[in-house]
């Protein structure tokens, strides 16, 4: 039996930004990536930024729906997309760490009906991969509580973590959440998207006169769990778990080994002297 990997966000709302980039590779031949902005108005007014990739063709030589609608799309065209969540890892050379976080893929496009409201929500299943727990901000106020989820990628080699937030006000979510989703059990979650920009204002102090005064945009990109349920079938199983994991940890060591790897050439690049002979030859 195949392992539950339901995954699929609905989004409609209008067009409110796209970044469109044509290229072409031999694996994929001709092909349109790049992202766009959504704004919705439900459950609350909020943007919404998804990524996308389109062959121009598919294995069988036929030409791809969604790479001609991707070619056709207007701003502020109301639309209703199909997109999926992914994990997103980079190493940053600045904090010399790995980052984890989340995008939507975009999957297909459609124009709603006019009677359609907005609308932001998700579909997820997976197992538990750390259970829930509390999220503070910087003065230690509760903000919301958090969930890991993983759910196997479609060659079954490794997991995708994700992190779900629950409403703290929620009480029977948090309640039943705390109770029963214990590690390792497999889960159907339902929900709502919650995009944000929160402004932050921070002030640095001075050795004399008025402190320096910074504000930061921090974006907010949230899933929120309205409800949930147990799936009858594909269950993951402690060994499904176990391999999972090793292959999401083998991913995070290679992903920082590759980076490390680039930061160092570059570094031996940069250092590196032209011999005498280089310079000479290269002024003839």
């Given at each position: 039996?195949?392992l539950?990997?339901?995954?699929?966000?609905?989004?409609?709302?209008?067009?409110e930004?796209i970044?469109?980039?044509?290229?072409?590779?031999p694996?994929?031949g001709?092909?349109?990536?790049?992202?766009?902005?959504?704004?919705?108005?439900?459950?609350k007014?909020?943007?919404?930024?998804?990524?996308?990739?389109?062959?121009?063709?598919?294995a069988n030589?036929?030409p791809?729906?969604?790479?001609?609608q991707?070619?056709?799309?207007?701003?502020?065209?109301?639309?209703?997309?199909?997109?999926t969540?992914?994990?997103?890892?980079?190493?940053d050379?600045?904090?010399?760490?790995?980052?984890?976080?989340?995008?939507?893929?975009?999957?297909?496009?459609?124009t709603?009906?006019?009677?359609?409201?907005?609308?932001?929500?998700?579909?997820?299943?997976?197992?538990?991969?750390?259970?829930?727990?509390?999220?503070?901000?910087?003065e230690?106020?509760?903000?919301?509580?958090?969930i890991?989820?993983?759910?196997?990628?479609?060659?079954?080699?490794?997991?995708?973590?994700?992190?779900f937030?629950?409403?703290p006000?929620?009480?029977a979510a948090?309640?039943?959440?705390?109770?029963?989703?214990?590690?390792?059990?497999?889960v159907?979650?339902?929900?709502?998207?919650?995009?944000?920009?929160?402004?932050e204002?921070?002030?640095?102090?001075?050795?004399?006169?008025?402190?320096?005064?910074?504000?930061?945009?921090?974006?907010?990109?949230n899933?929120?769990?309205?409800?949930?349920?147990?799936?009858?079938?594909?269950?993951y199983?402690t060994t499904?778990?176990?391999?999972?994991?090793a292959?999401?940890?083998?991913?995070?060591?290679?992903i920082?080994?590759?980076?490390?790897?680039?930061?160092?050439?570059?570094?031996?690049?940069?250092?590196?002297?032209?011999?005498?002979?280089a310079v000479?030859?290269?002024?003839?």
């Amino acid at each position: 039996m195949s392992l539950t990997r339901i995954n699929k966000v609905t989004i409609i709302g209008t067009l409110e930004s796209i970044n469109l980039i044509r290229d072409n590779s031999p694996k994929a031949g001709n092909y349109i990536r790049g992202d766009m902005v959504v704004r919705v108005t439900l459950p609350k007014q909020m943007s919404i930024p998804l990524q996308f990739f389109a062959s121009a063709l598919d294995a069988n030589g036929k030409p791809r729906k969604l790479y001609g609608q991707l070619e056709q799309l207007r701003i502020n065209s109301r639309v209703s997309l199909t997109a999926t969540i992914g994990d997103n890892k980079f190493w940053d050379p600045s904090r010399g760490q790995l980052v984890k976080t989340k995008r939507l893929n975009l999957l297909f496009i459609n124009t709603p009906k006019m009677e359609d409201p907005d609308t932001a929500t998700f579909t997820y299943s997976g197992f538990i991969a750390e259970t829930i727990k509390e999220k503070v901000d910087k003065e230690g106020n509760l903000e919301a509580y958090t969930i890991k989820v993983g759910q196997s990628d479609y060659k079954g080699t490794r997991a995708e973590v994700i992190t779900f937030n629950i409403d703290p006000r929620n009480n029977a979510a948090v309640s039943y959440i705390t109770r029963e989703y214990t590690k390792e059990r497999t889960v159907e979650l339902f929900g709502d998207l919650d995009y944000d920009v929160k402004t932050e204002t921070v002030e640095e102090p001075v050795d004399f006169g008025k402190p320096i005064v910074r504000t930061y945009q921090r974006n907010i990109s949230n899933l929120v769990i309205t409800s949930g349920k147990f799936p009858d079938e594909g269950t993951y199983e402690t060994t499904d778990v176990a391999n999972l994991l090793a292959g999401d940890a083998a991913d995070d060591a290679r992903i920082q080994l590759e980076a490390k790897n680039k930061e160092q050439t570059g570094k031996e690049v940069s250092e590196k002297k032209p011999s005498a002979n280089a310079v000479n030859s290269s002024l003839l």
